[in-house]
C-alpha cells in the first residue's frame, strides 16, 4: 500500500496544483510505486496505456512506465507535450534489440512479416509491419494465415509462448528481461508446496518452464482480471512485484504473494527502471516541464503505422 506521510500530502497537492495548470493527465503503468499508482488518472498495462493515449484531449501526458511507454505515447501523439519523470527509466528487453541490428536480421529474412512486441525502440517499431503487447500478441499474431512467415523480437519467451499457443514456428530474437528470466522454477515450486491451493499466475516474459506450470500466463492487466474473477483465494504472482499493489486494491479480501526473487534479499523481482520514478521527479517534470519525449519525426512516421495497425486489429 502507498506510505502516507506529511512530506507526501505536500507533493500530492503540489502534483495536482501544476496538473491543473498544465492541462497535465497523469498515467502510470503497474509497475509503479503504489504512491504514483495512487495519484494517476489511468492505470494499466502497455496495451491500455497505449489505447488511452491515443483517445486523450489534454495537451500534456506524464507518463510514469518507462522510455518506449512514453515514446509511443507521443509517436500516437505528436502534437502534444510527453514528459517522462526520469529519462534514465529505460527497458533492458528494449536494449536487447538495438534497431541497427534488428535491421540487419530483417534484412536477411526477406518475405518475412515483422512483429514486435511494444517493448522496443522507435528505430525498432519502425522496422516493423505490426506492433503487439502481451495482451493482444495471440489475437493479432491469429490474425495471419497459419502459413505466413513471420519474425518475432525481441522476447523470445513471449514468442515462444505464441508459437506454442498458435502452432506456428515464427523465427524468434533473442532478446529477455532481466526482471522476468531471473525467476526461478524451483522457488515457484517450493512456494506452491506451502500453498498448495494457490494460483499459479506467470507473465509471459518469463521463462517456458515457468509458463508450463502456470494456471494463468498474461500480461498485467490479464494477470490482474484473472485474479479478480477467479474462485480462488491465493495467488503467487509471477511477475514485477508492482502489480500486487492493484491486485490488493481490487481483491481485499484474496492473499497474493510476489514470486521471490532468485537471491535472498535482492530486489529482482522489482524493476529498477520503472521504480527510477519518484512523486518527486513527477512533481518536478510537471513544474518544469522536462524531459519531454522527442522523437525524430520520419521513425516517428514509420513507427507509427504499426502501432496503429495494433490498435485496429486489437480493438475491442
Ligand atoms: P504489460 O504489457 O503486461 O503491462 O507488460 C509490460 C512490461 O514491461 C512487462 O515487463
Ligand atoms: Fe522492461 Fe523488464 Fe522492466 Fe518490463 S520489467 S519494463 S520488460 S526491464
Known sequence: MAVKTPDNDKL????????????????AHY???????????????????????ATLDNP???????????????????????????????????????PEEFRKFVEAHPGY???SYVNTTAGVKALTDVVVTSGNAKQIVDTFPKDEKIIFGPDKNLGTYINNMTGRSMLLWNGGCHVHEQFSLDKILELKKQYPEAKILVHPECKKPLQLIADK???TAVLLK????????????????GILHEMQKKCPGKHFIPAPPEEAG??????GYMKLNTLEKLRDCLRDMKPQIEVDEEVAAKARK???????LSAK
Do not use: W
Not at 497537492?13 to 493527465?25: P, S, T, Y
Not at 491465493?234 to 514485477?240: A, H, Q, S
Not at 504499426?306 to 485496429?312: K, N, Q, S
Open 12 to 27: 500530492i497537492k503540489e502534483i495536482e496544483e501544476l496538473k491543473e495548470k498544465r492541462g497535465a493527465v497523469i498515467m
Open 31 to 53: 509497475y509503479q510505486a503504489p504512491e504514483i499508482q495512487d495519484i494517476a488518472d489511468h492505470i494499466g498495462d502497455s496495451l491500455a496505456l497505449a489505447r488511452i493515449a
Open 60 to 98: 500534456v501526458i506524464v507518463m510514469c512506465g518507462v522510455h518506449f511507454m512514453a515514446e509511443t505515447a507521443k509517436i500516437l501523439c505528436p502534437d502534444k507535450i510527453v514528459l517522462e519523470p526520469d529519462s534514465n527509466a529505460g527497458c533492458s528487453l528494449a536494449d536487447s534489440c538495438p
Open 113 to 115: 512479416t515483422v512483429v
Open 217 to 219: 500466463v498474461g500480461s
Open 226 to 241: 484473472y485474479a479478480c474473477e477467479s474462485d480462488a483465494g491465493t495467488f503467487i504472482v509471477v511477475t514485477e512485484s
Open 266 to 271: 535482492c530486489a529482482c523481482n522489482e524493476c
Open 306 to 312: 504499426p502501432i496503429e495497425r495494433m490498435l485496429e
